[in-house]
């Protein structure tokens, strides 16, 4: 039975994650955005404000900012600032690359801010292969200025099986920069669509992975990994998928989807065109996500702790949203 904030929605999201920019200066092979065509330019800098403030408006918790590449925006750190005085919480989503002592000293003056930077091998000859070239030493040298500076920062690492093995050397390197780690689930979304078959994660893997989760409790998986908890204890996070539920995400030219990994599919509105207090309340789209029934999986006793799976990866699969994930290890 799903509770009841599933089937109906929040009054509000706790979190929104915005694509400020579909600009960046690296090609990862696993890009969300790079793929994807918007129809029109980029929210400017008078509708990010209006945005932020009807974010206040709203009551939500905190946005998350990413890309792209974040600080490729000319006025990055004017809407940055703009959110820290009305004090909106912020997470910026950063390769790190573009990460200097300017830009780490105006983000340490910032009342509530926590900076995730994207690496994906403990190595420049791995994440490289990955990311771009040059990337690691970018993104070593913005965690180590964000660390000294005592800005909340984390480590997130994309698992394929380029780098699984990489796993635990890229969590104590970022231990030792005193840097929290986080592990995402490769989806097919943007680029990772042509190559998705050759890197995800293959079964065995999974369970690996699921071992080394429950015996790194200080790892956090956001809504990633949600469907290995038919293995046994739930992850320590949040066990279900939260799209349209308690998160959405929008994309540069304003676009409003249910999450940032089905930006290549129905849109739920655009806050050019409708506000997105209205959206979150009325949209068609955001509606099936809450009233959808996964048949396959009405009689899994695991149901209640894994939510049927991503919805990005079944439609990819499938060309269905609402369909049992078939990545399933039940």
């Known amino acids: 039975?799903?509770?009841?904030?599933?089937?109906?929605?929040?009054?509000?999201?706790?979190?929104v994650t915005?694509?400020?920019?579909?600009?960046?200066?690296?090609?990862?092979?696993?890009?969300?955005?790079?793929?994807?065509?918007?129809?029109?330019?980029?929210?400017?800098?008078?509708?990010?404000?209006?945005?932020?403030?009807h974010f206040i408006e709203m009551d939500i918790f905190y946005i998350n900012i990413g890309g792209g590449e974040p600080l490729l925006r000319e006025d990055i750190l004017d809407v940055?600032?703009?959110?820290?005085?009305?004090?909106?919480?912020?997470?910026?989503?950063?390769?790190?690359?573009?990460?200097?002592?300017?830009?780490?000293?105006?983000?340490?003056?910032?009342e509530d801010?926590?900076?995730?930077?994207?690496?994906?091998?403990?190595?420049?000859?791995?994440?490289?292969t990955i990311r771009g070239s040059g990337s690691f030493e970018g993104a070593?040298?913005?965690?180590?200025?964000?660390?000294?500076?005592?800005?909340?920062?984390?480590?997130?690492?994309?698992?394929?099986?380029?780098?699984?093995?990489?796993?635990e050397s890229c969590y104590q390197l970022a231990k030792s920069y005193r840097a929290a780690f986080r592990v995402?689930?490769?989806?097919?979304?943007?680029?990772?669509?042509?190559?998705?078959?050759?890197?995800?994660l293959s079964t065995e893997q999974n369970k690996q992975l699921y071992c080394w989760l429950q015996e790194h409790p200080d790892v956090s998986t956001g809504d990633s990994f949600f469907f290995l908890s038919v293995l046994g204890k739930p992850l320590n996070s949040m066990n279900s998928c939260g799209a349209a539920a308690m998160t959405c995400s929008i994309a540069p030219n304003g676009d409003v989807y249910p999450c940032a990994f089905l930006m290549d599919e129905e849109r739920a509105g655009n806050?050019?065109?409708?506000?997105?207090?209205?959206?979150?309340?009325?949209?068609?789209?955001?509606k099936q996500f809450r009233t959808k029934i996964i048949k396959e999986c009405?009689?899994?006793?695991?149901?209640?702790?894994?939510?049927?799976?991503?919805?990005?990866?079944s439609v990819y699969y499938s060309g269905e949203l609402f369909r049992r994930d078939p990545e399933c290890l039940q």
């Not at 129809?39 to 932020?52: K, M, Q, R, V």
């Not at 207090?277 to 955001?286: A, D, E, T, Y």
């Open 18 to 53: 915005w694509e400020i920019t579909s600009k960046c200066n690296l090609q990862c092979k696993h890009c969300l955005s790079s793929s994807i065509a918007f129809s029109t330019h980029d929210l400017n800098f008078e509708e990010a404000i209006a945005l932020i403030d």
């Open 80 to 110: 940055l600032g703009y959110a820290d005085q009305k004090k909106l919480p912020v997470q910026l989503s950063t390769n790190g690359t573009l990460v200097n002592e300017e830009i780490a000293a105006f983000l340490s003056r910032m």
């Open 140 to 167: 070593l040298n913005a965690i180590k200025l964000l660390s000294s500076r005592g800005i909340e920062t984390s480590v997130n690492f994309v698992a394929t099986n380029l780098n699984f093995h990489d796993l």
């Open 298 to 313: 009405l009689e899994c006793t695991h149901f209640t702790s894994c939510g049927g799976g991503c919805p990005a990866v």
């Open 1 to 15: 039975m799903k509770a009841k904030w599933q089937r109906t929605g929040l009054k509000s999201p706790i979190c």
């Open 184 to 200: 995402s689930r490769l989806r097919p979304s943007g680029m990772a669509r042509s190559f998705y078959e050759n890197y995800r």
């Open 113 to 128: 801010i926590r900076i995730q930077v994207s690496l994906d091998g403990s190595s420049s000859r791995l994440n490289d």
């Open 271 to 286: 806050i050019r065109q409708e506000k997105l207090s209205k959206i979150w309340r009325n949209s068609r789209v955001f």
